[in-house]
């Protein structure tokens, strides 16, 4: 499986932008899919994920409420909507990929074994 994600980019404080992950693989319905970000000299951290065959993401805290994440099941795609940006959201944001992973861990990256190539978003001041 392969994961394309794009859309990232520089914006401003407030701004928005719209993350897009696109996958290889054709029936998706039992998978997670979602995202990660890194920040330089930061660990990796789980931003969101959506499970193909619901349509309720879950998110990290800093992010509830301003990101939404979404998918066309037809695509095999998600989406990362991105509000009310703030600096301390710059990061590479990274796509993953899940057929195993249990709901208590969608939030550990380390059940994931297909990632993207990533994509970069910095929010200036």
């Known amino acids: 499986v392969q994961l394309q994600a794009s859309g990232g980019g520089l914006v401003q404080t407030g701004d928005s932008l719209r993350l897009s992950c696109v996958a290889s693989?054709?029936?998706?319905?039992?998978?997670?899919m979602g995202w990660f970000r890194q920040a330089p000299g930061k660990e990796r951290e789980f931003v969101a994920v959506i499970r193909f065959s619901s349509d309720n993401g879950v998110y990290a805290d800093s992010v509830k409420g301003r990101f939404t994440i979404s998918k066309d099941n037809a695509k095999n795609s998600v989406y990362l909507q991105m509000n009310s940006l703030k600096p301390e959201d710059t990061a590479v944001y990274y796509c993953?990929?899940?057929?195993?992973?249990?709901?208590?861990?969608?939030?550990?990256?380390?059940?994931?074994?297909?990632w993207g190539q990533g994509t970069q978003v910095t929010v200036s001041s």
């Open positions: 693989r054709r029936s998706f319905s039992r998978w997670v």
């Open positions: 993953a990929a899940s057929s195993t992973v249990i709901s208590s861990a969608v939030s550990d990256g380390q059940f994931y074994n297909y």
